[in-house]
């Protein structure tokens, strides 16, 4: 019983299916570097598999992607001979979408669809944002197959469909190691030769675009040449493949040999973001304990950032060979959006997760690793004033929670923050630039936290400061709210909320005769508020308001105070 099947796609799966058939995408080619792609991780599984499991039963001393064509039938094939799906992971891996915020970016392109014009061009964008991976053959595909089979199983599994609405599973028994996806194309538009994806120059010059430091070989299979084929002589075996990527680790190659666009695709490749990266940095080092990193910082925040099952970390090698996905042990939680690859020298290939965690090499790369990512946004700020705009205003709500985690690195933080003040409604302005600005007299940096700029500055607490001509720093991130209680200062400044305590604003002392005439109304107001305030106080702080809420210096904020509430405590 070959246990055949009809299922119904997931709803979002469906949706997101849809796009690619309609899809308006101008770069349809993407797709073969997304078979690739994946083709590239199920060869990396299988030989980590091996490694560590000596009793599975595979043949790794060959392993390759294949990329065969079929010019009459249309048809191109992307096989690899890597770990392969059991039937269970076809279904819940091609059939549905697993990743956080597709929801979001679902409804985001329902709205940017009924915004009516520019909304193709919404949709692609986000289409793009989101990498759509296994789905992207649809665009070139009316019909996608796939012969898959998991390493140690003996049975496979084809799948098969159109796209729309539902696929097949039906069991298979002589299935080879890894999997196959073939595709049926559309017709070729003959006015796009260059789009012809059953033509083998198309092929060539797309693997060498998108796909070329794949480490694994890549091979091109050609049916035989038709003069062979209606020759006397005609034999069927077809053409020697050809391998036609370089193979080179692109960490493993000098610099400046290195195109920006050769690192945007790599960066794709271990990112599974579309778009380009903000930034690329490389490190090395060498002697007892050697290693190569090449990392990205990516343009946008992933959609994931702050979502508590988002993937993290690095990719893991050992000399060229890959060990591990999202490597958490080299990057600490609030550079999560940090994407690359670390290859170390003299680490074990069997090395697992637990024990990474504590491997002395890998605390110390990462301690590098960290001091190298905050200089290079050290130094981006200070010579690529909007790179460094877009990287804060993407990513700076993540690295803030560096604040509170990463002790070590508080002051590094601190220079790479920005934060919205009351100097300039548009810029947010780094804290060396707020000390520059301070008056004499000042001796603290002052900050104001709420939920928006707004009614922040509307409160009746910014009076006096705007009166002094003070700058306050304006903090609306939930995150400002704990790392203010956990930073001290910055350049022996103090951040002192303006809510806080008496703060010194270095007026006179209210005059005695003041304090007399108020004496009998303050007590009055103290005995009838007593259920509500500890004290009732004169103060210079107002300037036009009759009367504001100040905490004790060590309260909560007010807005600290509801977010403790909101969850209940
Ligand atoms: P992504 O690669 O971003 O996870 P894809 O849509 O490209 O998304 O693939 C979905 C999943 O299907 C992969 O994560 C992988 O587990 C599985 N998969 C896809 N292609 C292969 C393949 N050639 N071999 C083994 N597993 C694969
Ligand atoms: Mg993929």
Redesign the pocket.
């Known amino acids: 019983d070959p246990h055949a099947e009809t299922i119904e796609f997931q709803a979002e799966a469906r949706q997101l299916l849809q796009l690619m058939i309609h899809s308006i995408y101008s770069t349809k080619d993407v797709f073969l570097r997304?078979l690739i792609?994946?083709?590239s991780?199920?060869l990396d599984k299988l030989r980590l598999a091996s490694y560590q499991d000596k009793d599975l039963q595979v043949d790794t001393s060959d392993l390759h992607i294949d990329l065969g064509i079929d010019p009459a039938a249309r048809t191109l094939t992307v096989a690899?001979n890597?770990?392969?799906?059991s039937r269970e992971?076809v279904v819940s891996?091609?059939g549905t979408i697993a990743k956080s915020g597709t929801g979001e970016l679902l409804a985001k392109l329902r709205d940017a669809r009924a915004a009516g014009a520019g909304s193709e061009e919404a949709s692609a964008e986000l289409i793009g944002q989101f990498?759509?991976?296994?789905?992207s053959s649809f665009m070139v595909a009316d019909r996608v197959s796939m012969v898959?089979r998991k390493a140690g199983s003996a049975t496979g599994v084809r799948w098969e469909s159109t796209g729309e609405g539902t696929y097949t599973v039906i069991d298979v028994e002589d299935a080879p190691q890894?999997?196959a996806?073939t595709l049926h194309l559309k017709p070729a538009d003959a006015e796009d030769s260059l789009h012809d994806f059953a033509d083998p120059a198309t092929i060539r010059r797309t693997v060498k675009r998108y796909s070329d430091f794949i480490t694994w070989p890549i091979r091109l299979l050609t049916p035989p040449a038709e003069e062979t084929a209606t020759a006397e002589s005609a034999d069927e075996t077809p053409n020697e493949p050809e391998t036609i990527n370089s193979r080179q680790a692109l960490w493993a190659r000098p610099q400046s040999e290195v195109s920006d666009e050769e690192y945007a695709e790599f960066y794709r490749h271990v990112s599974?973001d579309w778009r380009e990266p903000l930034e690329t940095i490389r490190l090395a080092a060498e002697g007892t304990f050697e290693y190569q990193a090449l990392l990205f910082l990516p343009s946008q925040a992933p959609m994931d950032l702050f979502y508590r099952d988002a993937s993290r970390g690095v990719q893991l090698y050992v000399k060229r060979v890959f060990i591990m996905d999202d490597c958490e042990a080299l990057v600490p939680e609030y550079l999560r959006f940090v994407k690359g690859v670390v290859d170390a020298h003299d680490l074990s290939l069997n090395i697992s997760r637990e024990i990474l965690q504590q491997d002395r090499q890998i605390q110390l790369i990462r301690k590098r690793l960290v001091k190298k990512v905050l200089s290079t946004v050290k130094s981006m700020q200070e010579n690529e004033p909007e790179k460094y705009a877009t990287f804060w205003s993407e990513l700076g709500r993540a690295v803030k929670e560096g604040l509170l985690s990463d002790q070590d690195n508080q002051e590094a933080i601190l220079q790479i923050c920005s934060f919205p003040s009351t100097h300039d409604t548009e810029k947010p302005t780094t804290l060396a630039d707020y000390l520059a600005r301070m008056p004499d007299g000042q001796d603290a940096i002052y900050y104001a936290t709420g939920d928006s700029r707004s009614a922040l500055e509307h409160s009746p607490h910014m009076e006096a400061f705007r009166a002094k001509g003070y700058e306050v720093l304006l903090l609306t991130d939930q995150i400002d709210e704990l790392w203010v209680d956990a930073v001290p200062a910055f350049e022996d400044k103090p951040f002192t909320s303006i809510t806080r305590g008496e703060v010194d604003l270095g007026g006179e002392d209210v005059a005695e005769d003041v304090k007399q005439d108020f004496e009998s109304l303050l007590g009055w107001m103290t005995t009838e508020l007593s259920e509500e305030v500890k004290a009732v106080r004169l103060s210079h702080r107002l300037t036009s308001s009759a009367v504001c809420l100040v905490g004790e210096p060590g309260d909560m904020t007010p807005t600290l105070e509801k977010m403790f509430r909101a969850m209940g405590q």
């Open positions: 997304e792609s994946n083709a991780d199920a690899d890597g770990i392969g799906m992971e891996l091609i990498g759509v991976g296994f789905y898959t890894g999997t996806v599974h």
